[in-house]
């Protein structure tokens, strides 16, 4: 009677087609390791992707996050100087 493990819910089941030789180095690796060889491809791939990540510029990085918070003002960038010369106008009147 054969059971398989059916995968967690944040789990998929993925197949990928290896070279021979490719495949031999992955069971030598999930043994000498005591893993099983999808441990071993979740490893690699991990290490594989925060290497291109710390590859990345800064810019590509924070892509996701530009105009992400809208505070309704669009001229931040052009009307910094005059901001900062109002906040120290009022701080200085405060006194």
Do not use: C
């Not at 789990?11 to 180095?25: Q, S």
Request: proline fraction near 3%.
């Amino acid at each position: 009677m054969y059971i398989s493990a059916s995968p967690k819910k944040n789990e998929v089941i993925t197949t990928a087609r290896l070279p021979i030789d490719t495949r031999n180095k992955l069971i030598i690796l999930s043994r000498a390791k005591n893993m099983t060889k999808s441990q071993i491809i979740i490893e690699s791939i991990e290490m594989f992707y925060n290497q291109e990540e710390k590859e990345m510029d800064s810019y590509t990085l924070g892509l996701p996050y530009f105009g992400k918070y809208n505070l309704g003002e669009g001229d931040l960038s052009t009307t910094y100087k005059q901001r900062i010369k109002e906040k120290i106008r009022a701080r200085q009147n405060s006194y």
